[in-house]
């Protein structure tokens, strides 16, 4: 999945060490998540995203997953 | 973090209760010169997991007097990626052994009978521990 974590981080200027110790993760945790190997759990990517001082939706990118919306 | 702290103080509490038993063991095989291979091997055994005790036990007191040393451990050991890569491999690991049991299996009943048979109960005890599992995980998840 893509993210804007590396993007995020270098704004903050945050190496990936300090988000990761900051969430709870170890740097190759976040590594594998900037490198889209790995897909953050939801709790995972709430605390990055209030880490940020933002939104999940606004780090991760939700395009790619299809989902059925509820018929109106 | 408390919590964690706790579970250390378990950890390093068992292991040295491991120690002194270990050492204890070895202190009688002295007393009553216990030769036998068998038991020469298990002790062995229990001493080389005693270093690896003592390791631990020296990396949790560390981590217990310093608290950045601590927080990287939790981390260390609460990972969710790390948890994530265990599942994976024990996963993958189970369908590996139950194909290479399976296949050691049907090439030593053409040649040994009581190994085919060993395997076949460890086949069959690897499967019944899964099914085990399965039904426990689906009831509790």
């Known amino acids: 999945m893509k993210t804007r974590i590396a993007e995020l981080r270098k704004k903050h200027k945050i190496t990936q060490e300090e988000l990761a110790m900051a969430v709870g993760v170890t740097r190759q945790t976040i590594t594998s998540i900037e490198r889209e190997k790995y897909t953050a759990s939801l709790v995972l990517a709430y605390k990055i995203a209030k880490y940020f001082g933002t939104t999940i939706e606004d780090i991760f990118d939700f395009s790619e997953v299809e989902v059925e919306e509820i018929k109106k | ?141």
């Open chain 2, 1 to 141: 973090m408390m919590e964690f702290k706790q579970q250390l103080k378990r950890r390093i509490y068992l292991g040295g209760i491991y120690c002194v038993v270990v050492a204890l063991l070895v202190i009688l095989s002295r007393i009553f010169d216990a030769e036998n291979m068998a038991f020469a091997f298990s002790l062995g055994f229990a001493i080389g997991i005693e270093f690896v005790a003592f390791y631990f036990i020296a990396k949790y007191r560390a981590a217990l007097r310093d608290e950045k040393k601590l927080k990287l451990l939790y981390i260390e050991e609460n990972d969710e990626r790390e948890k994530h890569i265990s599942y994976q491999i024990g996963r993958t690991g189970i369908v590996i052994i139950l194909i290479s049991l399976s296949a050691a299996m049907l090439i030593t009943v053409h040649i040994n009978q009581i190994v085919f048979f060993t395997l076949l109960a460890a086949t069959l005890y690897t499967a019944v521990i899964i099914g085990i599992l399965k039904i426990f995980y689906n009831k509790t998840i």
